[in-house]
Protein backbone atom coordinates (compact mmCIF):
# COMPACT_ATOMS: atom_id res chain seq x y z
CA UNK A 1 0.00 0.00 0.00
CA UNK A 2 3.01 2.22 -0.18
CA UNK A 3 1.97 3.06 -3.77
CA UNK A 4 0.66 7.26 -4.51
CA UNK A 5 -3.45 6.09 -3.93
CA UNK A 6 -2.34 4.54 -1.14
CA UNK A 7 -0.97 7.12 0.63
CA UNK A 8 -4.79 9.44 0.25
CA UNK A 9 -6.50 6.81 2.39
CA UNK A 10 -7.29 7.08 5.94
CA UNK A 11 -6.32 5.12 8.76
CA UNK A 12 -9.49 3.52 8.78
CA UNK A 13 -9.91 2.54 4.69
CA UNK A 14 -6.20 0.91 5.49
CA UNK A 15 -7.03 -1.21 7.99
CA UNK A 16 -9.85 -2.69 6.27
CA UNK A 17 -8.00 -3.15 2.90
CA UNK A 18 -5.69 -5.08 5.00
CA UNK A 19 -8.37 -7.07 6.44
CA UNK A 20 -9.72 -8.43 2.29
CA UNK A 21 -7.88 -11.97 2.13
CA UNK A 22 -6.72 -11.57 -1.36
CA UNK A 23 -4.10 -9.46 -2.33
CA UNK A 24 -5.41 -8.79 -5.35
CA UNK A 25 -8.44 -7.57 -3.85
CA UNK A 26 -6.78 -5.58 -1.24
CA UNK A 27 -4.85 -3.75 -4.53
CA UNK A 28 -8.32 -3.07 -6.41
CA UNK A 29 -9.39 -1.62 -3.06
CA UNK A 30 -7.08 0.37 -2.53
CA UNK A 31 -6.90 1.94 -6.09
CA UNK A 32 -10.57 2.67 -6.21
CA UNK A 33 -11.04 4.50 -2.96
CA UNK A 34 -7.86 6.49 -3.83
CA UNK A 35 -8.78 7.12 -7.28
CA UNK A 36 -12.48 8.22 -5.60
CA UNK A 37 -10.08 10.72 -2.87
CA UNK A 38 -8.61 11.84 -5.64
CA UNK A 39 -11.63 12.66 -8.19
CA UNK A 40 -14.00 13.97 -5.30
CA UNK A 41 -10.13 16.48 -3.99
CA UNK A 42 -10.41 17.69 -7.17
CA UNK A 43 -14.16 18.45 -7.44
CA UNK A 44 -14.02 20.19 -4.47
CA UNK A 45 -10.63 21.65 -4.77
CA UNK A 46 -9.27 19.98 -1.12
CA UNK A 47 -7.14 17.87 -0.39
CA UNK A 48 -7.72 14.34 -0.98
CA UNK A 49 -6.49 13.03 2.21
CA UNK A 50 -9.02 15.47 4.31
CA UNK A 51 -11.95 14.15 2.72
CA UNK A 52 -14.68 12.22 5.79
CA UNK A 53 -17.12 9.36 4.70
CA UNK A 54 -19.72 8.34 6.67
CA UNK A 55 -22.34 5.34 5.35
CA UNK A 56 -26.32 5.84 5.28
CA UNK A 57 -28.62 3.48 6.45
CA UNK A 58 -28.09 1.00 3.77
CA UNK A 59 -24.57 1.57 3.36
CA UNK A 60 -24.31 4.26 0.46
CA UNK A 61 -21.36 6.43 1.26
CA UNK A 62 -21.71 10.65 1.38
CA UNK A 63 -19.34 13.13 2.11
CA UNK A 64 -18.87 14.17 5.14
CA UNK A 65 -16.33 16.71 4.96
CA UNK A 66 -17.13 20.85 5.35
CA UNK A 67 -17.28 22.48 3.11
CA UNK A 68 -18.43 19.64 0.45
CA UNK A 69 -21.82 21.53 -0.61
CA UNK A 70 -24.20 19.05 -2.28
CA UNK A 71 -21.78 16.83 -3.84
CA UNK A 72 -22.92 13.48 -4.64
CA UNK A 73 -20.89 10.72 -5.35
CA UNK A 74 -21.20 6.75 -6.11
CA UNK A 75 -19.12 4.14 -7.10
CA UNK A 76 -18.62 0.76 -8.77
CA UNK A 77 -16.14 -1.98 -9.65
CA UNK A 78 -16.06 -5.12 -11.07
CA UNK A 79 -13.20 -7.42 -12.04
CA UNK A 80 -11.09 -4.91 -13.60
CA UNK A 81 -13.43 -2.01 -14.24
CA UNK A 82 -14.23 0.52 -11.48
CA UNK A 83 -17.09 3.32 -12.49
CA UNK A 84 -17.01 6.51 -10.55
CA UNK A 85 -20.39 9.11 -10.80
CA UNK A 86 -20.24 13.01 -9.24
CA UNK A 87 -22.84 15.26 -9.45
CA UNK A 88 -24.03 18.17 -7.55
CA UNK A 89 -27.42 18.32 -8.78
CA UNK A 90 -29.11 15.41 -6.91
CA UNK A 91 -28.41 12.28 -5.97
CA UNK A 92 -26.58 9.44 -8.61
CA UNK A 93 -26.09 5.47 -9.02
CA UNK A 94 -23.93 3.36 -10.70
CA UNK A 95 -22.84 -0.09 -11.19
CA UNK A 96 -21.33 -2.42 -13.72
CA UNK A 97 -20.78 -6.05 -13.67
CA UNK A 98 -18.77 -8.43 -15.81
CA UNK A 99 -19.50 -12.08 -16.20
CA UNK A 100 -17.08 -13.74 -14.12
CA UNK A 101 -19.15 -16.43 -13.23
CA UNK A 102 -21.92 -18.40 -14.33
CA UNK A 103 -25.12 -17.47 -12.17
CA UNK A 104 -28.76 -18.69 -12.22
CA UNK A 105 -30.35 -15.74 -14.17
CA UNK A 106 -33.43 -16.84 -14.29
CA UNK A 107 -33.76 -17.81 -10.14
CA UNK A 108 -32.29 -13.97 -9.36
CA UNK A 109 -34.03 -12.48 -11.78
CA UNK A 110 -37.35 -13.95 -9.98
CA UNK A 111 -36.55 -13.26 -6.76
CA UNK A 112 -34.66 -10.03 -7.53
CA UNK A 113 -35.74 -8.32 -10.70
CA UNK A 114 -39.17 -9.52 -10.53
CA UNK A 115 -41.58 -12.22 -12.26
CA UNK A 116 -42.18 -10.19 -15.48
CA UNK A 117 -38.09 -9.47 -16.02
CA UNK A 118 -37.81 -13.37 -15.14
CA UNK A 119 -39.96 -14.55 -17.93
CA UNK A 120 -38.83 -12.01 -20.69
CA UNK A 121 -35.26 -13.49 -19.98
CA UNK A 122 -36.29 -17.17 -19.72
CA UNK A 123 -37.24 -16.31 -23.78
CA UNK A 124 -34.01 -15.32 -24.79
CA UNK A 125 -31.28 -18.24 -25.49
CA UNK A 126 -28.57 -18.75 -22.65
CA UNK A 127 -25.96 -16.76 -24.34
CA UNK A 128 -28.02 -13.57 -24.72
CA UNK A 129 -29.85 -13.93 -21.71
CA UNK A 130 -26.23 -14.01 -20.05
CA UNK A 131 -26.18 -10.10 -21.89
CA UNK A 132 -29.41 -9.44 -21.07
CA UNK A 133 -29.03 -10.39 -17.51
CA UNK A 134 -26.44 -7.97 -17.27
CA UNK A 135 -28.21 -5.37 -18.25
CA UNK A 136 -31.01 -5.45 -16.26
CA UNK A 137 -29.32 -6.19 -13.07
CA UNK A 138 -27.02 -3.00 -13.37
CA UNK A 139 -30.24 -0.62 -14.43
CA UNK A 140 -31.66 -2.07 -11.15
CA UNK A 141 -28.62 -1.54 -8.97
CA UNK A 142 -27.61 1.97 -10.37
CA UNK A 143 -30.97 2.80 -9.03
CA UNK A 144 -31.70 1.49 -5.79
CA UNK A 145 -28.26 2.79 -5.55
CA UNK A 146 -29.57 6.16 -6.55
CA UNK A 147 -32.15 6.05 -4.24
CA UNK A 148 -29.56 4.88 -1.23
CA UNK A 149 -32.47 1.80 -0.73
CA UNK A 150 -29.49 -0.77 -0.11
CA UNK A 151 -28.41 -3.22 -2.58
CA UNK A 152 -29.74 -6.59 -3.85
CA UNK A 153 -33.37 -5.69 -2.64
CA UNK A 154 -36.31 -6.63 -4.87
CA UNK A 155 -37.13 -4.87 -7.71
CA UNK A 156 -39.66 -1.48 -6.89
CA UNK A 157 -40.02 -1.33 -11.11
CA UNK A 158 -37.94 0.77 -13.19
CA UNK A 159 -36.68 4.31 -12.30
CA UNK A 160 -39.04 6.59 -11.37
CA UNK A 161 -40.13 8.68 -14.05
CA UNK A 162 -38.16 11.62 -12.81
CA UNK A 163 -34.70 9.57 -12.38
CA UNK A 164 -32.43 9.74 -15.62
CA UNK A 165 -31.21 6.50 -16.55
CA UNK A 166 -28.15 5.56 -19.59
CA UNK A 167 -26.61 2.38 -19.97
CA UNK A 168 -22.91 2.67 -20.37
CA UNK A 169 -20.61 0.59 -22.68
CA UNK A 170 -17.72 -1.12 -20.97
CA UNK A 171 -16.34 -3.53 -23.61
CA UNK A 172 -17.59 -7.17 -24.21
CA UNK A 173 -18.98 -9.44 -21.40
CA UNK A 174 -19.49 -6.64 -19.30
CA UNK A 175 -22.34 -3.97 -18.79
CA UNK A 176 -22.79 -0.45 -16.71
CA UNK A 177 -25.64 2.11 -15.73
CA UNK A 178 -26.02 5.27 -14.08
CA UNK A 179 -28.56 6.72 -12.75
CA UNK A 180 -29.40 10.50 -11.44
CA UNK A 181 -32.11 12.19 -9.63
CA UNK A 182 -32.31 14.41 -12.37
CA UNK A 183 -31.11 14.82 -15.89
CA UNK A 184 -27.45 16.06 -16.39
CA UNK A 185 -26.49 19.41 -18.14
CA UNK A 186 -23.39 18.08 -19.00
CA UNK A 187 -22.03 14.05 -18.70
CA UNK A 188 -18.10 13.87 -19.08
CA UNK A 189 -16.52 10.43 -19.44
CA UNK A 190 -12.87 9.69 -18.92
CA UNK A 191 -11.06 6.59 -19.33
CA UNK A 192 -8.14 5.98 -16.98
CA UNK A 193 -5.55 3.10 -16.71
CA UNK A 194 -2.33 2.94 -14.40
Not at 121 to 141: K, Q, S
Not at 152 to 181: D, I, K
Amino acid sequence: MDDELGQLLSKEERARAERLLSQGARERWVRCRGVLRALLGRYLQLDPRDLEFSLGEHGKPTLDTPGAGPLQFNLSHSGEIALYAVSDAGTVGIDVETARRRVDELGVAARVLGDAEAARLGDLDPETRIGEFLRAWVLHEAAIKCRGAGLGRPSEGSPAREQWTAELVVGPGAAAAVVAERRPSQLDLWEWSG
